[in-house]
């Protein structure tokens, strides 16, 4: 596939699953805030903390390694030993659950019964959903490696969508199931997810699409584990890069949920705080599901595709280099102007937010100081997300081997700073942890990215320096707003609080304006790459 090509269905697959994400999550976001009224702290805390932790850890570790080492590299492969290896996750579910399992049950704190009921269900429960998700894992990686674009977001929007009617039906009608909610409504949405993905392959194989683009996999009985007479189940250099991969992702993880860690295993928070500090952080991670994350899981296959593993820059395709470096300058300019907007005016909407969503249960307390913290830390991890992704798709076997022992210290050091730092500052002293987790790992990636590139005549870090006179609209933007939230917001009325959004818009008005005239290059990326498929559709 031309590489042209590669970014045209890349752009279009990370569009597609933004524009989405943000069409499934806007019902998400409304039926989780009518949810709130009815659910304790303490409720939220153990179902979004402990027991989402249990399910998390099982298929990270179950299934990460598999995805990057799986996604490397050409479509064309012998995708029989790609799917056999792939099967491996599901018994490894198995083992990670059941160890997991026991942890949860026999040596963490057990919550009060009579505040949080049926505690032992949710935890076979949300053990048991990781293991049924990783049923449908070669069909996943299939779906991404040959960018099927609506697949993946419809799969995911139509199971969380599915999960939270379920969760609002029973929460309602009945609240005093406990846990039972929430077990129900987490094995419904895996239900949905793989049954989404299988129906579609059933549909798909042997249909006249499929033979027109060649596609490797023929009937369903080809997507189960077979035998290959005279040669090995599985690819072994798949094999050895997916290990390297298992002990980065198991790293990975800890960096990624270190502070739930923490929480869940010091007991530096009560259940009640954990759940206001789980919902400020769903919030203030909005952008980051709806945007960021799109962006480096489908720029990841282009990188990958386009530039050959372990291969420095001088023996590659030099209009591949070109097209990479100029595709991850812009896009580093891109998650960089999101990341400070998000910084800039969610310092002064926070406790309106949090007021509008939550009610007083969010808007005290250490709520609005929480999330413009996470504003910040928005900004840390827009450019941790492309800079990984690129760095990923292009180390070599002991290029990652090597970033072990670097993600080995620094898991250390990040468990170590986030239970002093929340000692000293609560439940803040986590995000602080992560933007520094987050700043070193940038800072890992750019002098990747930097030696990389050292070699010829391309600079794609230049992408991190925005114009001087918006970087000015965004400092005065800033002064603005946060004068508007001390004289309006968010004790005065409604009629204050309407002048305080005004104040905003205003502002943000400016900036886009500002932004339209001085980045030019990064409006014509978004414009040709992300947005054409819909203009034209609107022509």
Known sequence: MASRDVLS???????????????????????????????????????????????STVVFLAREAFRRACLSGSTKRNWTKTINLLWLTVPLGVFWSIFLGFVWLHLLEVPDPSAVPHYQAGVVAFGLSAIIELLGEPFWVLAQAHLFV???????????????????????????????????????????????????????????????????????????????????????????LTWSFFKQSFLKQILTEGERYVMTFLNVLNFGDQGVYDIVNNLGSLVARFIFLPIEESFYVFFAKVLERGKNVKDQKQDDVAMAADVLELLLKLVLLIGLTITVFGYAYSQLALDIYGG??????????????????????????????????????????????????????????????????????????????????IAHSIHYIYDYFKESTYRPLTGLLPSPFLVLVYIISGVITGFSEVFFCCDKGWMARLIHISVGALCFAATIVTMFCTETKLIHFVRSQFLSRYMKKGT
């Not at 933004?18 to 989780?32: D, E, H, I, P």
């Not at 969508?161 to 039972?180: A, E, R």
């Not at 060649?214 to 599985?234: G, I, T, W, Y």
């Not at 690129?390 to 002991?398: G, P």
């Open 9 to 55: 269905q890349t752009t279009r697959l990370a569009s597609s699953s933004a524009l989405l994400q943000v069409l499934f999550r806007v019902v998400t976001f409304g039926l989780n805030a009518f949810t709130l009224r009815y659910l304790s702290r303490e409720l939220i805390g153990v179902v979004n903390v402990r027991l989402t932790l249990l399910y």
């Open 150 to 240: 609506r697949l993946k977001v419809i799969a995911e929007s139509l199971s969380v969508v599915s999960k939270c009617i379920l969760t609002v039906i029973l929460v309602v009608l009945c609240p005093q199931w406990g846990l039972y909610v929430f077990s129900l409504a987490q094995l419904l949405y895996v239900s949905v997810l793989v049954t989404c993905y299988v129906t579609y392959f059933v549909m798909f194989l042997g249909s006249p699409e499929a033979t027109k683009k060649s596609f490797p996999v023929a009937r369903m009985k080809a997507l189960l584990p077979n035998l290959v007479e005279d040669e090995a189940f599985v690819n072994w250099k798949e094999a050895r």
């Open 360 to 441: 007083s249960m969010l808007s005290s307390g250490t709520g609005p100081d929480l999330l413009r913290c996470y504003s910040l830390y928005v900004l840390f991890l827009a450019i941790n997300g492309v800079t990984e992704c690129f760095t990923f798709a292009l180390m070599c076997k002991a290029e990652v081997d090597r970033y072990n022992f670097v993600m080995l210290a620094l898991s250390f050091t990040f468990l170590c700073i986030s239970y002093f730092l929340t000692q000293w500052h609560g439940s803040i002293g986590f995000i602080l942890a992560n933007c520094f987790n987050m700043a070193i790992r």
